[in-house]
């Protein structure tokens, strides 16, 4: 996460004791050594103390300037020269900066004595006002720095953290990105460059930034914990826990692992487990965001929840980056959604989206028709009919397509509890290869080879998941999207399409924390928009894909008729009837997706029509009204 809380205490009682321990006279000959570029054993002993004691503490941007500014004002209390307390304190952030690992500076170049000096103040000063929250005001201070020193690593690493509290992620990317450049180890640059890229929605990428985040220093526990939360993120479940084991074993109590436990245990349906690591996260941290914005989506929250809402409120006058207080609103949503109070819970889900739109890439209206126009225009009837050379004869494959939010994961839950059945989740085969493929896709159908290398890779894709199911399901909502090359490369593969009521669909996407995977939703007429382009696309599969092959599933038929409908899908796809998937809340499987809930409760019609409560909010979306099934 962007933001942590930090308690700075044992950093400044260290800062302190450095001083004291240090003699005045010492100090005196130290700065005349050091002016000559020479540190002599005094000013080493204090050093390497420092990097001994200081290494447990695990310094950050927030401990690091408390120890210094704690050792310099105790070194001036003590009657020190300003000049001498400068260079000392100069020393001791050129060694903390190094994370107390390599030796102390044995040296001070004599040309650059004053400048350095000058450089450790503004350094000090930037972190003091970080801590203060005065970011503007630390980011000028950094600036500074990079103005007298423009190879200064460290001050691209800060200044980077440092406007990520400004909302302006996208100057912050280039600063981190430069302090890379600089130095390539600088675990500190890879850490928060990895949160904003992931933030961002860039997930694979901020799983690379991560992961040199955690070479660069391997005993952090945050990194560790970032690193967990984006490769739960990424569905490889078994990797995050081992990232958040190892954070634990450095750090009992770190909350951010904590947290993100109480994450993993939800995605597999123990929620009990997940609220007692929540709340262990929080009384480690208060402010730990992503915990307390976790409970509310546990269960149905009910005024009961009153000292949930307190303590969120509370966070929020508080002050946090957009980010994390994004995260909040969509939260505060669903408690007043819960409740009821609908005017309110608008109020808290439009924030969030307004404060996501600073991290999200636009959404161009533009291009998102010319790639529909070119998709319909490519796969015609005439082009999908003809018999694909390369094409494979695999029936294993299942797509459950559909907008977001439309009962996709209902129904992937309804096929996995089938004995022959296993739920992949949302694969991101078909969009990684329309990023390497696209450009062909759009001119013309697979060709044999590309057909034929797509079928192996995909079926050896499912085939991890499991070699011994029928069918295995991918319910990626993007596929909807690829359905004329999936098609192309397995004519025999059954697709699901989920349609449900287009108003409903969407509220429930704006209402729903995507972390900036989707921007179409963060805009009711981008929404309306996406959707219209969507259901031009959806008719045109209805029109050119077999119907052996092609099933339209009205999501407010089956939550009205469970067994009518489960048993038309479970014959669809070509299997026996099985008493199992009428009880599908009952199937222990992750599920990686923001239904994590809700597809583990029994079928309710809560949802249908839940777009009146709301209707004087969401002109843009009510003319979806008019459109034909």
């Given at each position: 996460m962007i933001l942590d809380w930090f308690n700075a205490r044992e950093a400044a009682a260290l800062g302190t004791s450095l001083a004291d321990s240090f003699a005045p006279d010492g100090s005196a000959a130290a700065s005349r050594r050091a002016g000559s570029g020479k540190a002599g054993p005094d000013v080493q002993k204090l050093l390497q103390r420092a990097a001994r004691e200081a290494?447990?503490?695990?310094?950050?941007?927030?401990?690091?300037?408390?120890?210094?500014?704690?050792?310099?004002?105790?070194?001036?209390?003590?009657?020190?020269?300003?000049?001498?307390?400068?260079?000392?304190?100069?020393?001791?952030?050129?060694?903390?900066?190094?994370?107390?690992?390599?030796?102390?500076?044995?040296?001070?170049?004599?040309?650059?004595?004053?400048?350095?000096k000058r450089v450790a103040a503004l350094l000090a000063e930037a972190d003091a006002r970080y801590e203060d929250g005065r970011y503007a005001e630390a980011a000028d201070r950094l600036r500074e720095v990079i103005a007298r020193d423009p190879r200064h690593a460290l001050a691209h690493s800060n200044l980077g953290a440092t406007l990520c509290h400004l909302s302006r992620y996208g100057e912050a990317e280039q600063a981190l990105r430069r302090?890379?450049?600089?130095?390539?180890?600088?675990?500190?640059?890879?850490?928060?460059?990895?949160?904003?890229?992931?933030?961002?929605?860039?997930?694979?990428?901020?799983?690379?930034?991560?992961?040199?985040?955690?070479?660069?220093?391997?005993?952090?526990?945050?990194?560790?914990?970032?690193?967990?939360l984006t490769l739960g993120m990424l569905g490889q479940l078994d990797d995050a826990r081992d990232c958040i084991e190892k954070a634990l074993r450095l750090k009992a109590r770190e909350a951010g692992a904590l947290g993100v436990l109480?994450?993993?245990?939800?995605?597999?349906?123990?929620f009990e487990a997940a609220e007692r690591h929540f709340r262990a996260a929080l009384e480690v941290d208060p402010g730990r965001t992503m915990a307390l914005a976790s409970l509310a989506s546990l269960r149905r929250m009910t005024a009961a929840d009153q000292d949930w809402l307190e303590r969120t409120e509370l966070i929020l006058k508080g002050g946090v980056p957009a980010a994390e207080e994004a995260r909040l609103r969509f939260a505060l949503g669903k408690y007043f959604d819960d409740l009821g109070q609908y005017s309110r819970a608008f109020e808290h889900y439009k924030r969030g989206n307004e404060l996501h739109k600073?991290?999200?890439?636009?959404?161009?209206?533009?291009?998102?028709?010319?790639?529909?126009?070119?998709?319909?225009?490519?796969?015609?009837?005439?082009?999908?009919?003809?018999?694909?050379?390369?094409?494979?004869?695999?029936?294993?494959?299942?797509?459950?397509?559909?907008?977001?939010?439309?009962?996709?994961?209902?129904?992937?839950?309804?096929?996995?509890?089938?004995?022959?059945?296993?739920?992949?989740g949302e694969l991101e085969f078909w969009t990684d290869v329309t990023s390497k493929h696209g450009e062909t896709l759009r001119r013309e159908p697979p060709d044999a080879v590309l057909a034929r290398k797509l079928a192996d890779s995909y079926l050896k894709v499912l085939g991890r998941h499991s070699s011994e199911a029928l069918r295995v399901v991918d319910k990626a909502t993007f596929n909807s999207d690829f359905l004329g090359p999936i098609h192309r490369v397995f004519p025999k593969a059954r697709i699901l399409y989920l349609r449900r009521d287009p108003v409903d669909t969407c509220l429930s996407c704006y209402f729903q924390d995507f972390a900036n995977m989707a921007s179409f939703t963060l805009d009711l007429s981008d929404l309306a928009h996406y959707y219209r382009e969507h259901h031009r696309l959806v008719q045109h599969w209805r029109t050119v894909l077999p119907q052996d092959v092609f099933l339209e599933v009205p999501y407010a038929e089956l939550v009205a008729d469970q067994e009518g409908w489960t048993r038309r899908i479970i014959e669809f796809l070509g299997l026996p009837w099985d008493p199992k998937v009428l009880d599908f809340q009952s199937t222990r499987r992750p599920v990686l997706t923001a239904s994590a809930w809700q597809v583990r409760q029994k079928v309710y019609t809560s949802s249908v029509g839940r777009?009146?409560?709301?209707?004087?909010?969401?002109?843009?979306?009510?003319?979806?009204?008019?459109?034909?099934?």
């Open positions: 290494g447990p503490l695990k310094l950050n941007l927030f401990k690091r300037a408390k120890l210094l500014e704690s050792f310099q004002s105790k070194l001036l209390a003590r009657g020190v020269a300003e000049g001498t307390a400068g260079e000392l304190t100069h020393l001791l952030l050129l060694q903390l900066s190094g994370g107390g690992k390599g030796p102390a500076p044995a040296s001070l170049a004599p040309a650059a004595a004053g400048s350095s302090a890379i450049e600089l130095k390539a180890s600088c675990p500190g640059a890879h850490f928060t460059l990895g949160s904003l890229l992931r933030a961002k929605g860039q997930v694979r990428a901020a799983e690379t930034a991560l992961r040199r985040a955690v070479k660069a220093d391997p005993r952090d526990p945050r990194a560790l914990v970032e690193l967990g109480g994450w993993l245990e939800m995605l597999e349906g123990r600073g991290l999200a890439a636009k959404y161009d209206r533009q291009e998102r028709t010319q790639l529909i126009d070119d998709i319909i225009r490519v796969y015609s009837q005439e082009r999908l009919a003809e018999v694909a050379e390369g094409a494979s004869d695999s029936e294993k494959p299942v797509f459950v397509v559909g907008m977001m939010r439309s009962g996709t994961s209902l129904v992937e839950q309804i096929i996995a509890s089938h004995p022959s059945a296993v739920g992949a777009w009146k409560h709301y209707e004087k909010f969401i002109g843009p979306l009510l003319k979806l009204r008019n459109l034909s099934p």
